[in-house]
């Protein structure tokens, strides 16, 4: 019998999947300043060099098609080219580079949109939570009151957070979690926007929807570092009867805010015993579930 050297039984490699991204961009009116930023980024990426690092990219641009079904025709076409992932981006984001797209990539989350504020006053940041979880986000835009949601707290602005519902300027998403979602993916109506309408398909369905608040986005301008002082020209431009001003008293801004923090502090406590109520502890030995948090109550 033939002896076998030593060292010629090899471990089999595991397969290496290299991404495979489509950036989808539905155009709805083409600008200088989205041409120009475009180029930089497609430059950027096509020109990256990082030793180890693998990756095949296209992008496919959607003109003068509603935003739904636009989106629902890149994820078609991304499937369809096995992709792994696709990409969403607006036609008013500037600035991106190489190393946002590769962030969001490494992220490897179900859906993971970068962080940025609505380009129009007063600037709300476009990462949200609900105060009540029970009530549908599609149903917030038609709800007659000042709890429907909130932004993710200043405190909690980094890294990755679970939100609620966020803009999709530069989101990236599984292709598979698309399998798990009813077609058509994308819809709009009076109601709510289409991200509305799919953040309930994703909540429901139970996939990870999380913004990145290491991906800084610029949206028509409005960036994280000059914020504030487009605020401070919607204000001065808005004037004290402007149409999206309400004027209050000082007493009545206290109690606002008073008002305002506690449904928020509400909001957040239900939200952490929700994540504590999911732990679970495991054997060391083959990672066995053998039991979960008990919140015990005080006597």
């Known amino acids: 019998m033939a002896k076998v050297k030593r060292g010629s039984k090899r471990k089999a490699r595991k397969e290496v999947v290299v ?18 930023s475009f180029l930089s980024f497609w430059t950027d990426l096509m020109t990256y060099q990082h030793k180890g690092r693998r990756f095949h ?18 994820v078609e076409a991304a499937i369809a080219a096995d992709c792994t992932h696709v990409m969403f981006m607006d036609d008013d984001i500037y600035d991106i580079t190489a190393q946002d797209f ?69 989101a990236l998403f599984k292709t598979s979690i698309f399998k798990k979602l ?28 999380v913004v990145d608040f290491d991906v800084k986005l610029n949206h028509r301008g409005v960036n994280w570092e000059n914020r504030d002082l487009w605020i401070q020209m919607g204000l001065r431009a808005a004037g004290p009867a402007g149409d999206n001003m309400i004027m209050l008293t000082p007493e009545e801004m206290t109690r606002h805010n008073a008002f305002m923090a506690q449904k928020l502090v509400e909001a957040e406590t239900k939200l952490e015993k929700k994540r504590g109520d999911k732990l679970r502890f495991y054997k060391k030995s083959n990672k066995e579930a053998v039991g979960s948090l008990v919140n015990k109550k005080e006597k």
Request: with cysteine; net charge negative; hydrophobic share 45%.
């Open 19 to 36: 991404p495979k991204i489509l950036i989808g961009v539905p155009i709805l009116a083409w600008t200088h300043e989205f041409a120009m």
């Open 57 to 74: 990219v296209a992008y496919k641009f959607m003109y003068r098609s509603p935003v739904h079904m636009a989106e629902e025709k890149i």
């Open 102 to 170: 590769l962030k969001l990539l490494d992220d490897d989350k179900d859906i993971v949109c970068g962080a940025m504020f609505a380009s129009g006053f007063p600037h709300a940041l476009c990462a949200f939570r609900r105060y009540d979880t029970k009530v549908p986000v599609a149903n917030m835009p038609i709800l007659n009151s000042a709890a429907r949601l909130y932004e993710i707290p200043p405190d909690q602005r980094t890294g990755l957070v679970n939100v609620d519902l966020s803009a999709y300027g530069f």
């Open 182 to 209: 009813k077609q058509p993916w994308f819809t709009c109506n009076t109601q709510a926007p289409t991200d509305s309408w799919f953040s309930d398909s994703v909540l429901n369905a139970g996939l990870e929807y």
